[in-house]
C-alpha cells in the first residue's frame, strides 16, 4: 500500500474535517493558514455526552435488514472508521459526522434497566436484538463502563436472542456470559473484518484492533462454541474489494461458520468525508476509488434504494458479488450459522412465571 506524503494528513483520525450539521444555523469552518487549527485536528480528548432514553430497542423496517429489533448503546464511535454510516446519525444530535463523532460519545448508562423493562412489558414480542446495529457496542470507552455487559447479562437472564457485530477484541471480556447464551442457542456473532492490509487499516480504521486481532477473536469465540461469522464490510472498490478472497480464508481458518459483505455507499455527510480523506490518504488513486464507488450505486455516490443500496449494481458490483460466492464456496464450503431461538423466552427474568 502506498506511504501517506501528504503533510495535511492527520493520523490517528479517520475524519479529517468537521463537516457541517446541515441541521445547525450556524458553520465552523478550519482554515487559519498559519496552521493554528492543527490543535483541533489532532486533539484526541474523548467527551461523554449522557443519554437517558426511556426505550431502547429500535425497530427496523427495513427490508435489506435481517434483525427486526436493534439495540445500540452508544452513539458516535471511537473507532473513527472513514466509512461508517453510522456518521450521518450524529448531525441528529447536533454535532458533526465528521470529527465529532469520533469524540463526542453519547453513552446510555441506564440501557441495561430500560431493556429490562421492555421485556417486562404488556405484549412484548421477542424477536433477535442486533447488538449493534449502529456505532460498536464494544468500542474503546465500554472497557470503562460496561453498559454492553449488564445488556448481556440481562439478556442471559431472560433468555433472550441476540446478534452481535463488532470489531474489537473486548468482546472475548464478555465470554463467561456468552457461552451460557451460545449453549441456549440465543447468540450470533458477525467480526467485522474488510481487510488484511495494515497499513489500509491504521488510515481507514485507526483506533481499531488488527486484523490479526480479529482473527484471534474468530478463533477464540469459535473455540468456545459461540457461532461466529465474518463481515466482510464495507467492500470498497479500488482499496479492499481484491482481498475479499483471503479475507474469507484466513476467517473460515479460523474457525467462522459464515460470511457477509456490503458494498460502501457515501450517504449523506459521508460522501464529503470520505471524499476528503481519499485524496489525502491515497492522492494517486482517489478518483479510481471513487469512480468505482459510483459505478456500484448508479453513478451516484450516495444511494438509499431498497434492495441495491448494500449490494449494488452494475457490473462492478456484480464482479464483487461473483468473487465474494466463489469465496464463500471455496473456504466456507456448507458451514451455517444455526438459527436462534424464540421459544426460551422467560419474562420476569423466570421460567417460574409459566406456573399461573
Not at 140 to 161: C, D, F, S
Not at 177 to 189: E, F, K, M, R
Not at 238 to 250: H, K, M
Request: proline fraction near 5%.
Amino acid at each position: 500500500m502506498d506511504t501517506i506524503q501528504n503533510p495535511e494528513y492527520f493520523k490517528g483520525r479517520g475524519a479529517q474535517v468537521n463537516t457541517h450539521n446541515k441541521f445547525a444555523a450556524q458553520r465552523y469552518v478550519a482554515e487559519h493558514i498559519e496552521g493554528l487549527d492543527e490543535e483541533f485536528l489532532e486533539n484526541s480528548n474523548t467527551q461523554l455526552i449522557e443519554e437517558h432514553p426511556k426505550k431502547i430497542i429500535s425497530v427496523n423496517d427495513s427490508p435489506d435488514l435481517r434483525m427486526g429489533y436493534s439495540l445500540n448503546p452508544y452513539q458516535g464511535c471511537e473507532h473513527g472508521c472513514i466509512y461508517c454510516y453510522a456518521r450521518n446519525a450524529h448531525e441528529y444530535w447536533g454535532y458533526s459526522a465528521g470529527l465529532d463523532f469520533e469524540r463526542k460519545i453519547i453513552v446510555k448508562r441506564n440501557a441495561a434497566d430500560v431493556l429490562e423493562r421492555q421485556f417486562n412489558a404488556r405484549g412484548y414480542q421477542p424477536q433477535p436484538i442486533m447488538l449493534s446495529g449502529n456505532t460498536d457496542c464494544y468500542q474503546p470507552i465500554e472497557r470503562k463502563l460496561g453498559i454492553t455487559r449488564a445488556i448481556l447479562q440481562v439478556m442471559l437472564r431472560y433468555r433472550h436472542p441476540v446478534s452481535i457485530i463488532s470489531k474489537n477484541n473486548l468482546i472475548l471480556r464478555d465470554l463467561d456470559i456468552l457461552s451460557p447464551l451460545a449453549c441456549l442457542g440465543l447468540v450470533h456473532v458477525a467480526i467485522s473484518l474488510n481487510s488484511l492490509d495494515e497499513s489500509l487499516r491504521q488510515k481507514m480504521e485507526p483506533r481499531t484492533v488488527t486484523a490479526k486481532g480479529r482473527l484471534q477473536v474468530i478463533k477464540r469465540l469459535s473455540d468456545a462454541g459461540i457461532p461466529v461469522m465474518v463481515m466482510c464490510a464495507p467492500i470498497i472498490p479500488g482499496l479492499n474489494s481484491d482481498e475479499v478472497p483471503r479475507v474469507i480464508e484466513a476467517a473460515a481458518h479460523h474457525g467462522a461458520r459464515g460470511a457477509g459483505y456490503t458494498i460502501v455507499r457515501l450517504n449523506g455527510a459521508i460522501g464529503e468525508l470520505f471524499t476528503d480523506w481519499v485524496y489525502k490518504a491515497y492522492p494517486d488513486r482517489a478518483d479510481k476509488v471513487l469512480h468505482g464507488i459510483a459505478a456500484c450505486h448508479g453513478g451516484k455516490l450516495n444511494d438509499s434504494r431498497w434492495g441495491t443500496r448494500m449490494k449494488g449494481e452494475g457490473h462492478e458490483a456484480e464482479s464483487i458479488r461473483q468473487l465474494f460466492k466463489l469465496s464463500v464456496r471455496q473456504y466456507l464450503g456448507n458451514r451455517s450459522l444455526p438459527p436462534l431461538r424464540l421459544d426460551l423466552f422467560a419474562p420476569k427474568g423466570g421460567k417460574q412465571l409459566d406456573l399461573f
